[in-house]
């Protein structure tokens, strides 16, 4: 019996909040913090002390991935743009003024980029005014190498304008659907060239402040690197994890390849490992939502934006160090500041509503994409997020006919669907193009089935051209 059915037996929604959304600590008087009695933006940041180290985090970690350009928009909108550092070093000052102290970046982040600006901005700055996470990136083959990876981790070093790193991570581990597969990459990526030996000997050479992974895909890996700390052979000292309340009972229904947050936050909590969480809005995907949706949340709370709910929402479970967002423009830094200074915790029965918000997404069946890019560039050129953005923006809009089951708004909806496709991805980079070459399925965080899912949106264009 999955959890979420067992849960459900013994009486719904709200036993499954009362255990694991716990309201969260205050470090300074260790008092419960009451959601009656926060408002939101009218205090400082909340903090979450770390046991290992005892590091007092901000409970907002800004994620370096999404920086702004030159050209306007994000690094993932316009790669090929530079960096626009002026402002990345405002919204740097801002966060730090503000209490944000947590910055994640990777070497692998806005085409390589990111760990230079990060460390542009951050340098301006007392080293002990923050943190900085990094990771070793070698998804490469050619960086498998010893020399290649010790390579990396020296030139983030150098990027960061650092001596040492505060949090350290194995990039994206488990990243396979097929478990030789991936055994088989985290074995090449970090045991048999003897990095991660060498990585734990650069911490107790004080170059590495603290130790750990993030995670994606076969949960085999997750396991077993937690069997290795149970047995003394490796110590994590946090780890890294996608979790937001859509993903929290439904990720393996979404994808049977992937993990149901409840397990891996509950795994690293009997264990006491901190977590980090990435995705609180599943790229964007719970920030988004349909109209119906958001009446909901707006009936509720009329002044609440509908991304502080997923917000709250990831901040609150105890055990969590950091929830991470990457922000590109200052008004995204300046809402979720207000989402934190303090965390309002959620609340038993503001749970309850949340899962019943997950279930009326999940019947949506979208395509869980979050847009991260990792799948680009594709070697024929097609638009892989772009493509599965419009596909999900337009069920969520109601704008997704069937062909074969017509009612009165099929023309309308039919128009919307092939016009906002043309828009919004060229001719040559749309579905039509795929080959099923399979290079970017390996590479996908959330193992999507790109070739399939490419085949299937094709289809669905090709029928509505051809039922007008």
Known sequence: ????????????????????????????????????????GNGEMTYRTNPNTGDRVSLLGYGMMRLPVEAGGSARENPDSPIDQDMVNQQVDYALEHGVNYFDTSPAYCKGQSEHSTGI????????????????????????????????????????????????????IGGSSEEKDAIQTFNGRYMDNGILDWLVEQKTKGRIRNLGFSYHGDIKIFDMLLQWHDEGRYHWDFVQIELNYLDWDFADEINPRNTDASYLYEELRKRGIPAVIMEPLLGGRLANLPDYIVKQMQQREPQSPVARWAFRYAGTPEGVLCVLSGMTYME?????????????????????????????????????????????????????????????????????????????????????????????????????HCIGCGQCAPHCPQQIDIPTEMRMIDDYVEKLKTNG
């Open 332 to 432: 995204h830094l300046k809402e979720n500041l207000a989402t934190y200074s303090p965390l309002r915790p959620i609340t038993d029965e503001e749970n309850a509503f949340l899962m019943d918000i997950a279930r009326q997404v999940y019947d949506l069946k979208n395509v869980p994409c979050t847009a991260c890019n990792y799948c680009m560039p594709c070697p024929y050129g097609i638009n892989i997020p772009a493509i599965f953005s419009h596909y999900n923006k337009c069920i969520a809009e109601g704008n997704h006919p069937h062909p074969d089951d017509r009612d009165e708004n099929y023309s309308r909806q039919r128009r919307a669907f092939l016009v906002g496709y043309d828009r919004s991805v060229p001719k040559l980079r749309q579905a039509s």
């Open 1 to 40: 019996m999955k959890r979420r059915d067992f849960l459900q037996t013994l009486g719904g929604a709200a036993v499954a909040s009362s255990a694991l959304l716990a309201a969260c600590k205050n470090d300074n008087n260790n008092t419960t913090v009451s959601s009656e009695n926060v408002t939101d």
């Open 121 to 172: 901005a951050l340098a301006r700055h007392p080293r002990d005014k923050y943190f900085i996470a990094t990771k070793l990136s070698n998804f490469d083959p050619r960086t498998w190498s010893r020399t290649a990876s010790q390579q990396m981790f020296e030139n983030s070093l150098k990027e960061l304008q650092t001596s040492y790193v505060d949090y350290l991570l194995l990039h994206s």
